[in-house]
């Protein structure tokens, strides 16, 4: 497992699941073409990629370029890089046939080709010797009142609303935009003002 600053954002579930195995760090989905469509999603894309920076990693059919090239269009080049993977014909295990072009996707490739691409990219890799930073945790969340208490749902959706953040989003995906925008305690004061202005 190797850990990087970055995260990352591929089109769907299954490369997610294929990079999850592999490294270590915040993957998200466009959903593929929904990508499009959901503001939010790419709202969120833009704050995480300011914040730790983005890496782009599509397949490398049509379709993952269409997708690429909508993210390069709302997110400035300074926070993006971008990982390839080589063209390769097959079809991935889980499917009847290969996809339109012939090509196998991220979740199709081997460790080491999802490694080459990553470093190629210039993925700022972790090593062992770096001191993890302080991760908002879902203890914090109950401590906080946005978890397991009476109100913590008008809590969490005030919250979210002032944040501009998916007001859908599940708790899980709640904790780790939280986490990737904000230390604790910019967290802490964040409620506080929620509750101050009485969106609750």
């Known amino acids: 497992m190797i850990k990087i600053k970055e995260a990352i954002v591929v089109e769907g579930r299954y490369d997610k699941n294929t990079l999850s195995q592999i490294v270590d760090t915040t993957i998200f989905e466009t959903g593929g073409f929904q990508i499009f469509k959901d503001r939010q999603r790419m709202d969120l894309l833009r704050r995480v990629a300011r914040k730790r920076g983005l890496i782009v990693f599509t397949d490398s059919d049509g379709a993952g370029f269409v997708i690429r090239g909508r993210i390069k269009s709302a997110i400035p080049g300074q926070y993006l890089k971008h990982a390839y993977i080589p063209d390769i014909y ?19 490739m081997t460790r080491e080709v999802i490694v080459e691409a990553l470093c190629r990219s210039g993925a700022t890799i972790q090593g062992a010797q770096a001191q993890p930073s302080a991760h908002i945790t879902k203890a914090d969340l109950v401590e906080l009142g946005l978890s397991g208490g009476p109100d913590a749902g008008k809590l969490r959706l005030a919250l979210l609303k002032k944040l501009d953040l998916p007001a859908h989003m599940s708790a899980n995906a709640m904790l780790q935009a939280l986490d990737l925008l904000y230390s604790l305690e910019e967290l802490r004061e964040l409620v506080r003002m929620v509750r101050e202005e009485d969106l609750v």
């Open 90 to 108: 097959g079809k991935e295990r889980r499917k009847a046939s290969a996809g339109k072009e012939g090509k196998l996707g991220v979740e199709g």
